[in-house]
């Protein structure tokens, strides 16, 4: 059975930062495009960053770009998000997905209806 569990979401002050991981389970992903979304109160699911099977190729919403980092161990299974100079909008939940599809090494997607694999997701809220 295949698990994406998230961890790292938190209160912060605007500014400050915080560290999401997302361990898989169940199978490798190791060659399977891999991204992050959230979803505020009230607003739909939105896409944040996407990373590519090895890790060489990465893709950003606009309003994250110099601010958040996508990276991944695949030796770890695990997906990471860094995300620094937090703002009261990036308030949400947020989840990490995974394509059932292999053999993806160099590319990102940002279409949500990509992605197969979902974490049950985790809070992350920053205080003005």
């Known amino acids: 059975q295949v698990q994406l569990v998230e961890s790292g979401g938190g209160l912060v002050q605007a500014g400050g930062s915080l560290r999401l991981s997302c361990a898989a389970s169940?199978?490798?992903?190791?060659?399977?495009?891999m991204a992050w979304f959230r979803q505020a109160p009230g607003k739909e699911r939105e896409f944040v960053a996407s990373i590519s099977g090895i890790g060489d190729s990465t893709y950003y919403v606009d309003s994250v770009k110099g601010r958040f980092t996508i990276s991944r161990d695949n030796a770890k299974n695990t997906l990471y998000l860094q995300m620094n100079s937090l703002k009261p909008e990036d308030s949400a939940v947020y989840y990490c997905a995974a394509q059932r599809l292999s053999g993806s090494y160099h590319y990102t997607e940002r279409n949500i209806k990509a992605y197969d694999y979902w974490g049950q997701g985790t809070q992350a809220t920053v205080s003005s």
């Open positions: 169940g199978r490798t992903f190791r060659s399977s495009t």
